[in-house]
Protein backbone atom coordinates (compact mmCIF):
# COMPACT_ATOMS: atom_id res chain seq x y z
CA UNK A 1 0.00 0.00 0.00
CA UNK A 2 1.06 3.52 -0.50
CA UNK A 3 0.88 4.97 2.66
CA UNK A 4 4.01 3.70 4.61
CA UNK A 5 6.33 3.57 0.80
CA UNK A 6 8.29 6.87 0.91
CA UNK A 7 9.38 6.11 -2.68
CA UNK A 8 5.62 6.48 -3.57
CA UNK A 9 5.01 9.83 -1.89
CA UNK A 10 8.21 11.46 -4.30
CA UNK A 11 7.35 9.69 -7.15
CA UNK A 12 3.88 11.58 -6.87
CA UNK A 13 5.66 14.77 -6.92
CA UNK A 14 7.46 13.94 -9.32
CA UNK A 15 4.52 12.73 -11.44
CA UNK A 16 2.89 15.77 -10.90
CA UNK A 17 5.84 18.67 -11.64
CA UNK A 18 6.59 15.97 -15.05
CA UNK A 19 2.82 15.08 -16.10
CA UNK A 20 2.27 16.92 -19.70
CA UNK A 21 -1.64 17.19 -19.25
CA UNK A 22 -0.59 19.44 -16.38
CA UNK A 23 -0.06 23.45 -17.49
CA UNK A 24 3.47 24.53 -16.60
CA UNK A 25 1.66 27.75 -14.40
CA UNK A 26 -0.52 25.25 -12.27
CA UNK A 27 2.96 23.30 -11.29
CA UNK A 28 4.38 26.77 -10.34
CA UNK A 29 1.10 27.42 -8.47
CA UNK A 30 1.62 23.92 -6.47
CA UNK A 31 5.15 24.78 -5.65
CA UNK A 32 4.22 28.13 -4.48
CA UNK A 33 1.41 26.79 -2.22
CA UNK A 34 3.09 23.56 -1.25
CA UNK A 35 6.29 25.49 -0.08
CA UNK A 36 5.20 28.94 0.65
CA UNK A 37 7.32 30.21 -2.20
CA UNK A 38 7.15 33.03 -4.56
CA UNK A 39 8.20 31.89 -7.96
CA UNK A 40 6.81 33.38 -11.36
CA UNK A 41 5.22 31.55 -13.87
CA UNK A 42 6.60 34.20 -16.31
CA UNK A 43 10.05 33.19 -17.06
CA UNK A 44 12.26 33.04 -20.23
CA UNK A 45 12.60 28.99 -19.68
CA UNK A 46 9.39 27.92 -18.74
CA UNK A 47 10.79 24.17 -17.12
CA UNK A 48 11.06 22.27 -14.43
CA UNK A 49 13.88 19.41 -14.23
CA UNK A 50 13.00 16.95 -11.15
CA UNK A 51 15.04 14.36 -10.10
CA UNK A 52 14.45 11.31 -7.40
CA UNK A 53 17.11 10.02 -5.40
CA UNK A 54 19.73 12.56 -5.94
CA UNK A 55 22.79 11.51 -4.12
CA UNK A 56 20.16 10.19 -1.77
CA UNK A 57 18.28 13.14 -1.48
CA UNK A 58 14.77 12.15 -2.46
CA UNK A 59 13.81 15.06 -4.43
CA UNK A 60 15.54 17.67 -6.34
CA UNK A 61 13.57 20.05 -8.33
CA UNK A 62 15.30 23.13 -10.67
CA UNK A 63 13.25 25.67 -11.59
CA UNK A 64 14.70 29.44 -13.28
CA UNK A 65 17.98 29.03 -10.98
CA UNK A 66 15.77 27.77 -8.04
CA UNK A 67 17.10 24.63 -6.52
CA UNK A 68 14.76 23.22 -4.00
CA UNK A 69 15.54 19.96 -2.51
CA UNK A 70 12.89 17.51 -0.53
CA UNK A 71 13.42 14.95 2.10
CA UNK A 72 10.62 12.67 2.56
CA UNK A 73 10.19 11.50 5.93
CA UNK A 74 7.15 9.56 7.03
CA UNK A 75 7.78 7.27 10.10
CA UNK A 76 10.18 9.22 12.33
CA UNK A 77 11.78 12.99 11.98
CA UNK A 78 14.84 13.69 10.45
CA UNK A 79 17.96 13.01 11.56
CA UNK A 80 20.38 16.24 12.01
CA UNK A 81 23.56 14.00 10.56
CA UNK A 82 21.68 12.98 7.88
CA UNK A 83 20.74 16.78 6.76
CA UNK A 84 24.13 17.22 7.22
CA UNK A 85 25.41 15.23 4.62
CA UNK A 86 22.88 16.77 2.29
CA UNK A 87 23.94 19.93 2.91
CA UNK A 88 27.34 19.39 2.09
CA UNK A 89 26.25 18.09 -1.45
CA UNK A 90 23.64 20.63 -2.16
CA UNK A 91 26.76 23.24 -1.27
CA UNK A 92 29.05 21.54 -3.26
CA UNK A 93 26.80 20.53 -6.49
CA UNK A 94 24.85 23.99 -6.25
CA UNK A 95 27.14 26.59 -5.04
CA UNK A 96 25.65 29.53 -6.84
CA UNK A 97 22.06 29.12 -7.41
CA UNK A 98 19.53 29.79 -4.48
CA UNK A 99 18.74 26.58 -2.73
CA UNK A 100 15.60 25.82 -0.93
CA UNK A 101 15.52 22.96 1.79
CA UNK A 102 12.70 20.84 2.97
CA UNK A 103 11.48 17.74 4.78
CA UNK A 104 8.42 15.96 4.39
CA UNK A 105 6.70 14.74 7.68
CA UNK A 106 3.09 13.78 9.45
CA UNK A 107 3.70 15.61 12.35
CA UNK A 108 4.25 19.24 13.49
CA UNK A 109 8.18 19.37 13.84
CA UNK A 110 10.58 22.19 13.67
CA UNK A 111 13.28 23.61 11.52
CA UNK A 112 16.36 22.02 11.59
CA UNK A 113 19.40 22.98 9.86
CA UNK A 114 17.77 25.58 7.51
CA UNK A 115 15.76 22.49 6.63
CA UNK A 116 11.60 23.33 7.05
CA UNK A 117 8.97 20.55 8.16
CA UNK A 118 5.97 20.26 5.71
CA UNK A 119 3.10 18.38 6.73
CA UNK A 120 1.88 15.84 4.10
CA UNK A 121 -1.82 17.62 5.35
CA UNK A 122 0.01 20.50 3.09
CA UNK A 123 0.94 18.30 0.39
CA UNK A 124 -2.62 17.27 0.27
CA UNK A 125 -3.99 20.58 0.31
CA UNK A 126 -2.14 21.69 -2.24
CA UNK A 127 -2.40 18.26 -4.79
CA UNK A 128 -6.39 19.12 -4.41
CA UNK A 129 -5.18 22.56 -6.55
CA UNK A 130 -4.17 20.84 -9.75
CA UNK A 131 -6.07 21.11 -12.46
CA UNK A 132 -5.46 18.85 -15.74
CA UNK A 133 -5.91 20.19 -19.29
CA UNK A 134 -7.92 17.35 -20.17
CA UNK A 135 -10.65 14.83 -18.72
CA UNK A 136 -8.11 11.68 -18.39
CA UNK A 137 -7.57 9.19 -16.05
CA UNK A 138 -4.98 10.91 -14.44
CA UNK A 139 -7.93 12.44 -12.34
CA UNK A 140 -8.58 9.22 -10.77
CA UNK A 141 -5.02 8.30 -9.98
CA UNK A 142 -4.86 11.71 -7.74
CA UNK A 143 -7.57 10.93 -6.23
CA UNK A 144 -6.48 7.72 -4.80
CA UNK A 145 -3.47 9.29 -3.84
CA UNK A 146 -5.31 11.95 -1.94
CA UNK A 147 -7.71 9.19 -0.09
CA UNK A 148 -4.38 8.21 1.22
CA UNK A 149 -3.62 11.14 2.43
CA UNK A 150 -6.63 12.08 4.10
CA UNK A 151 -6.46 8.80 5.74
CA UNK A 152 -2.81 9.46 6.54
CA UNK A 153 -3.66 12.59 8.29
CA UNK A 154 -6.77 11.18 10.02
CA UNK A 155 -4.75 8.69 11.84
CA UNK A 156 -2.87 11.22 13.66
CA UNK A 157 -5.37 13.49 14.13
CA UNK A 158 -7.61 10.70 15.75
CA UNK A 159 -4.46 9.34 17.88
CA UNK A 160 -3.98 12.68 19.46
CA UNK A 161 -7.86 13.71 20.32
CA UNK A 162 -8.33 9.85 21.41
CA UNK A 163 -4.85 9.03 23.43
CA UNK A 164 -6.62 6.67 26.14
CA UNK A 165 -7.65 4.32 23.10
CA UNK A 166 -3.96 4.31 21.76
CA UNK A 167 -2.13 2.37 24.50
CA UNK A 168 -1.00 0.19 21.60
CA UNK A 169 1.58 3.24 20.06
CA UNK A 170 3.34 4.02 23.38
CA UNK A 171 3.55 0.01 23.48
CA UNK A 172 4.51 -1.50 20.11
CA UNK A 173 7.42 1.16 18.82
CA UNK A 174 10.55 -1.25 19.07
CA UNK A 175 8.20 -4.14 18.21
CA UNK A 176 8.48 -5.62 14.74
CA UNK A 177 4.91 -6.07 12.64
CA UNK A 178 4.75 -9.91 13.09
CA UNK A 179 4.69 -9.39 17.10
CA UNK A 180 2.49 -6.64 16.31
CA UNK A 181 0.15 -7.61 14.20
CA UNK A 182 0.14 -11.50 15.83
CA UNK A 183 -3.49 -13.07 17.36
CA UNK A 184 -1.81 -13.58 20.64
CA UNK A 185 -0.70 -9.87 20.68
CA UNK A 186 -3.60 -8.68 20.08
CA UNK A 187 -5.64 -10.20 22.67
CA UNK A 188 -3.40 -8.14 25.20
CA UNK A 189 -5.74 -4.94 24.46
CA UNK A 190 -8.43 -6.73 23.13
CA UNK A 191 -9.27 -6.80 19.23
CA UNK A 192 -7.51 -3.86 17.55
CA UNK A 193 -9.62 -1.27 16.00
CA UNK A 194 -9.14 0.02 12.39
CA UNK A 195 -6.88 2.58 13.03
CA UNK A 196 -5.03 0.67 15.68
CA UNK A 197 -4.43 -2.02 12.85
CA UNK A 198 -3.34 0.74 9.93
CA UNK A 199 -0.86 2.55 12.75
CA UNK A 200 0.61 -1.17 13.10
CA UNK A 201 0.84 -2.11 9.24
CA UNK A 202 2.82 0.84 8.92
CA UNK A 203 4.38 1.08 11.80
CA UNK A 204 3.68 4.77 12.77
CA UNK A 205 4.07 4.01 16.41
CA UNK A 206 7.07 6.09 16.98
CA UNK A 207 6.01 9.31 14.22
CA UNK A 208 3.14 9.36 16.48
CA UNK A 209 4.70 9.48 19.94
CA UNK A 210 6.92 12.23 18.46
CA UNK A 211 3.60 14.14 17.69
CA UNK A 212 2.25 13.54 21.26
CA UNK A 213 5.89 14.83 22.83
CA UNK A 214 5.80 17.77 20.58
CA UNK A 215 2.43 19.01 21.70
CA UNK A 216 3.50 18.07 25.28
CA UNK A 217 6.44 20.48 24.70
CA UNK A 218 4.16 23.57 23.01
CA UNK A 219 1.71 23.33 26.02
CA UNK A 220 5.34 23.18 28.76
CA UNK A 221 6.62 26.61 27.37
CA UNK A 222 10.26 25.31 28.04
CA UNK A 223 12.93 28.32 28.66
CA UNK A 224 15.19 26.00 27.70
CA UNK A 225 17.06 24.36 24.74
CA UNK A 226 15.09 20.32 24.12
CA UNK A 227 15.65 17.88 21.70
CA UNK A 228 13.03 15.41 20.70
CA UNK A 229 14.75 12.12 19.10
CA UNK A 230 14.30 8.10 19.03
CA UNK A 231 16.11 5.08 20.09
CA UNK A 232 15.04 1.85 19.70
CA UNK A 233 11.67 3.14 18.22
CA UNK A 234 10.76 5.04 21.35
CA UNK A 235 10.50 8.63 21.14
CA UNK A 236 12.43 10.98 23.81
CA UNK A 237 12.52 14.46 24.82
CA UNK A 238 16.06 15.42 26.37
CA UNK A 239 15.65 18.81 28.06
CA UNK A 240 19.12 20.29 29.35
CA UNK A 241 18.23 22.41 32.20
CA UNK A 242 22.23 22.60 33.16
CA UNK A 243 24.15 23.27 29.88
CA UNK A 244 27.60 23.18 31.28
CA UNK A 245 28.75 21.93 35.39
CA UNK A 246 32.48 21.65 36.08
CA UNK A 247 32.88 19.36 39.21
CA UNK A 248 36.69 17.41 39.79
CA UNK A 249 38.55 18.76 36.38
CA UNK A 250 35.37 17.01 34.15
CA UNK A 251 32.48 19.20 32.67
CA UNK A 252 28.87 18.19 32.56
CA UNK A 253 25.39 18.93 31.74
CA UNK A 254 22.04 18.39 33.91
CA UNK A 255 19.16 17.08 32.05
CA UNK A 256 15.58 16.01 32.48
CA UNK A 257 14.59 13.16 29.61
CA UNK A 258 11.38 11.19 29.11
CA UNK A 259 10.94 7.92 26.65
CA UNK A 260 7.89 5.86 26.87
CA UNK A 261 7.25 5.19 30.36
CA UNK A 262 10.37 6.36 32.12
CA UNK A 263 11.27 9.74 33.09
CA UNK A 264 14.99 10.80 34.23
CA UNK A 265 17.48 13.14 35.65
CA UNK A 266 20.59 12.56 34.13
CA UNK A 267 24.37 13.72 34.68
CA UNK A 268 26.55 13.34 31.11
CA UNK A 269 30.18 14.51 30.19
CA UNK A 270 30.07 16.78 27.47
CA UNK A 271 32.95 14.79 26.24
CA UNK A 272 30.62 11.38 26.29
CA UNK A 273 31.91 9.45 23.56
CA UNK A 274 35.34 9.73 25.39
CA UNK A 275 34.58 9.13 28.70
CA UNK A 276 35.48 6.92 31.29
CA UNK A 277 33.11 6.30 34.44
CA UNK A 278 33.97 8.15 37.53
CA UNK A 279 31.97 6.65 40.35
CA UNK A 280 33.05 9.25 43.11
CA UNK A 281 31.49 12.19 40.90
CA UNK A 282 27.78 10.50 41.16
CA UNK A 283 27.32 10.48 45.26
CA UNK A 284 24.89 13.65 45.16
CA UNK A 285 22.82 11.34 42.09
CA UNK A 286 23.15 7.85 44.44
CA UNK A 287 22.30 9.79 47.55
CA UNK A 288 18.67 11.71 46.48
CA UNK A 289 17.38 8.04 45.77
CA UNK A 290 17.87 6.45 49.21
CA UNK A 291 15.13 8.67 50.58
CA UNK A 292 12.70 9.29 47.09
CA UNK A 293 10.86 7.17 44.94
CA UNK A 294 13.64 7.38 42.29
CA UNK A 295 16.07 5.06 41.34
CA UNK A 296 19.76 5.33 41.09
CA UNK A 297 20.84 3.64 37.82
CA UNK A 298 24.64 3.59 38.03
CA UNK A 299 27.36 4.03 34.97
CA UNK A 300 28.67 1.36 32.48
CA UNK A 301 31.62 2.36 31.72
CA UNK A 302 31.02 5.93 30.17
CA UNK A 303 30.73 9.36 32.55
CA UNK A 304 27.12 9.34 32.86
CA UNK A 305 24.48 8.47 35.46
CA UNK A 306 20.61 8.87 36.06
CA UNK A 307 17.66 8.75 38.32
CA UNK A 308 14.37 7.60 36.75
CA UNK A 309 11.03 6.82 38.04
CA UNK A 310 8.77 4.89 36.48
CA UNK A 311 4.62 6.50 35.35
CA UNK A 312 1.35 4.74 34.39
CA UNK A 313 -0.25 5.14 31.43
CA UNK A 314 -2.71 7.08 33.02
CA UNK A 315 -0.02 9.53 33.65
CA UNK A 316 1.81 10.05 30.46
CA UNK A 317 -1.48 10.56 28.27
CA UNK A 318 -2.32 13.49 30.98
CA UNK A 319 -0.94 16.82 29.68
CA UNK A 320 -1.14 18.31 33.15
CA UNK A 321 0.10 15.18 35.18
CA UNK A 322 2.84 15.03 32.90
CA UNK A 323 3.76 18.21 32.84
CA UNK A 324 3.56 18.22 37.03
CA UNK A 325 6.27 15.04 36.60
CA UNK A 326 8.69 17.06 34.42
CA UNK A 327 8.52 19.79 36.55
CA UNK A 328 9.36 17.89 39.52
CA UNK A 329 12.22 16.05 37.51
CA UNK A 330 13.39 20.07 36.53
CA UNK A 331 12.89 21.18 40.36
CA UNK A 332 15.61 17.95 41.25
CA UNK A 333 18.04 18.30 38.78
CA UNK A 334 18.15 22.27 39.53
CA UNK A 335 18.96 20.88 43.60
CA UNK A 336 21.64 18.64 42.29
CA UNK A 337 23.01 20.98 40.01
CA UNK A 338 23.50 23.44 43.43
CA UNK A 339 25.13 20.12 45.24
CA UNK A 340 28.07 20.28 42.82
CA UNK A 341 28.40 23.89 43.17
CA UNK A 342 29.05 23.70 46.93
Not at 130 to 143: A, H, M, P, V
Not at 167 to 192: A, Q, T
Not at 258 to 274: G, P, R
Request: glycine share 2%; proline share 1%.
Amino acid sequence: MVADKEKIHSQIIYWVLNHNNISFSDKVIFLNDFLNLNLSSKIINPNIEVVTEYKSIDILIIIDGNIIAIENKLKSSEHSNQLNKYDEILSNDFSRRTINKYYLTLIDDVKKNGWVAVKYDVLKNSLLKIGFKNDTGDKFILSQYLQTLTNLNGVSDEFLNNLKNFKCVFEDGNKSKHKKMSKSYKSDFGEFSPTQKYISKFNLETILQKAYLINLVKSMKLEYDYKIEETRGNALIEYIIIPELSYNGNNYEIGVQFQKYTIKVNLVNIEYQSSKSCNNNYKFFRNYTRTKQWRFNSPKTKDYCSISKILDFDTIINKNKLKKEFEEAIKIARDLSKEYLV
